[in-house]
C-alpha cells in the first residue's frame, strides 16, 4: 500500500509517563504505517523542558504559531513533590498555561459519542461543545477581608491622572470584598475564537451571561459578542443556516438540559469551569472528551482533556498490565491530521482522520474497550483490553476500512 503523503509539517508535542507510552504506540501502530508523517517533533516531557530551562515548550508554542496545526501529549504540571522526583531546577510553568498565553486561545471540549456510553441526560442525542474563556474575571481576583467598619470603594487611576470613584459598600462590621477584571482585547478574541468554531464546525452558538444584574461587567460581554458578530459574522452564519443565541446565563442552564445537543456553549470563565465538569461528567469519561485550543488568527493545538494518568503509569513500570483509554489522544491526532489536510488541501489525508475516527468508535461498538470504559457501559458481551491491545483491535478495523 502507498503511504499518504503530507505537504507541511503538523508540530507535535510529546509528554509525560502513560500518556508518552500510548503516544508511541499510536505512531507505531496506527499511523507511521499509513502516512509518511511529517512532524516537527519538541519533547515536552518534563525531563526536556527542565533541561532546555522550559525553552522547549516555547519553542513549540512557536512553531504552532509558524505552521497552524500543533497535537499535544498530556505532561507534568510540576508541584514540589515533582520538583524531588525529576530533581527540577525550579517548579517550571503549566505547558498549557504558557501555550495557552502564547496563542491567546479559547478551548472547545466535546464528548466523543458512541453507542453503548450514554449521557445520562437522555434529551442529548449530539454532543455539547463547551467553549471556556480562560483568562480574567475571578480567577485574577483581589480580595480582602474586611476587618470592621469603613468604606470600601472601587477607584480607577488614568494614566492622565483621571480618577474614576465608586463606593462599594460602607461596612458597619467585618465582611468581604473582591475586585475582578477584564480586558476588551481578550473578550474581543475569545468572541472571535467562538464564532470561528462555529463557523468551522457549522453548529449554532450560544452564548449566555449576567447582564441584567451586571449591567457594566457582564453587559460589555455582551455587546462585544454582538459588535463582533453584526459585523465580521453575521452573513457568514446566515449563508451556513447556522445561529448566534444570547441569553442569561440561568436561562441558558435551564435550556441546554432539555436539548437535543450539537451546538457551542460558550461561557465565561467561572461558567465554563463548573459547566465543563457537568457537560462531561454527565457524558461518561474525560478519556472520550477532544480538547482543541485555537487562537483568534486560525492556529489549532490538539490535546487530550484528560493527565499523565500517573497511577497506570507507575504500575506499567512495575511490569504490570494497563488498561488505559487511548481514545482521547488518538482524537488528538485524528484532528490535527484532519486540519492539516484541510489547510493543505489534503484529501486523502482528511478521509484517513475521518477513517481513523470511525474504527476507534466502531472498536467500542463491538465490545472490544478499556477497562474505564468496560465499567460504565450499557453494552453486554463486553471485552476488557490492555493499553496495547486495544490499539491493535482499532488497527485491524483501521486495515478494513482502508481496503
Ligand atoms: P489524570 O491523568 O487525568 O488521571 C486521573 C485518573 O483518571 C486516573 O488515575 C484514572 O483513574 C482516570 N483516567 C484519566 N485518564 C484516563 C485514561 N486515558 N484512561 C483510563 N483512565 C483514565 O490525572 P492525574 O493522574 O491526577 O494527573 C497526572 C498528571 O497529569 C499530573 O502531573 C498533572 O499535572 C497532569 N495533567 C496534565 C494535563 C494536560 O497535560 N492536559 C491535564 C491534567 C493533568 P483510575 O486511577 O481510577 O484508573
Ligand atoms: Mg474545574
Not at 118 to 129: D, L, R, Y
Not at 294 to 321: I, M
Request: glycine content about 6%.
Amino acid at each position: 500500500m502507498n503511504k499518504i503523503q503530507m505537504t507541511t509539517p503538523i508540530v507535535e508535542m510529546d509528554g509525560d509517563e502513560m500518556t508518552r507510552i500510548l503516544w508511541k504506540m499510536i505512531k507505531d501502530e496506527l499511523l507511521n504505517p499509513f502516512i509518511e508523517l511529517k512532524t516537527e517533533y519538541y519533547d515536552l516531557g518534563l525531563e526536556h523542558r527542565n533541561e532546555t530551562d522550559d525553552q522547549v515548550t516555547i519553542d513549540s508554542a512557536e512553531a504552532t504559531k509558524k505552521y497552524g496545526v500543533a497535537v499535544k501529549c498530556a505532561t507534568i504540571t510540576p508541584n514540589a513533590a515533582r520538583v524531588e522526583e525529576y530533581n527540577l531546577k525550579q517548579m517550571w510553568k503549566s505547558p498549557n498555561g504558557t501555550i495557552r498565553s502564547m496563542l491567546d486561545g479559547t478551548v472547545f471540549r466535546t464528548p466523543i459519542s458512541v453507542k453503548g456510553i450514554e449521557p445520562n441526560v437522555k434529551s442529548w442525542k449530539q454532543p455539547i461543545t463547551l467553549a471556556r474563556h480562560a483568562y480574567g474575571d475571578v480567577y485574577k481576583n483581589v480580595e480582602i477581608k474586611v476587618p470592621g467598619a469603613g468604606k470600601a470603594e472601587l477607584v480607577f487611576t488614568g494614566e492622565d491622572g483621571t480618577e474614576i470613584r465608586e463606593t462599594i459598600h460602607v461596612f458597619d462590621g467585618p465582611g468581604v470584598v473582591q475586585g475582578v477584571h477584564n480586558t476588551n482585547k481578550s473578550i474581543e478574541s475569545f468572541a472571535r475564537c467562538c464564532f470561528n468554531y462555529a463557523v468551522d464546525t457549522k453548529q449554532d452558538l450560544w452564548f449566555a451571561t449576567k447582564d441584567t444584574i451586571s449591567k457594566k461587567y457582564d453587559h460589555t460581554f455582551k455587546d462585544i459578542f454582538q459588535e463582533i458578530y453584526d459585523k465580521e459574522y453575521a452573513e457568514k452564519f446566515k449563508e451556513l443556516g447556522i445561529e448566534y443565541f444570547y441569553t442569561l446565563i440561568d436561562d441558558a442552564v435551564a435550556r441546554v438540559v432539555k436539548t437535543k445537543g450539537g451546538f457551542i456553549w460558550a461561557c465565561k470563565n467561572y461558567d465554563g469551569d463548573v459547566m465543563s465538569d457537568m457537560v462531561s461528567s454527565a457524558c461518561g469519561s474525560l478519556a472520550m472528551m477532544t480538547s482543541v485550543l485555537v487562537s483568534p488568527d486560525g492556529k489549532y493545538e490538539y490535546e487530550a482533556a484528560h493527565g499523565t494518568v500517573q497511577r497506570h503509569y507507575y504500575k506499567h513500570l512495575k511490569g504490570e498490565e494497563t488498561s488505559t483509554n487511548s481514545v482521547a489522544t488518538i482524537f488528538a491526532w485524528s484532528g490535527a491530521l484532519r486540519k492539516r489536510g484541510e489547510m493543505d488541501g489534503n484529501n486523502e489525508l482528511m478521509a484517513f482522520a475521518d477513517k481513523l475516527e470511525q474504527a476507534t468508535i466502531d472498536t467500542i461498538e463491538s465490545g472490544k474497550m478499556t477497562g474505564d470504559l468496560a465499567l460504565i457501559t450499557s453494552l453486554e458481551n463486553v471485552t476488557k483490553l490492555n493499553s496495547e491491545d486495544f490499539i491493535l483491535a482499532i488497527r485491524d478495523r483501521l486495515q478494513e476500512l482502508l481496503g
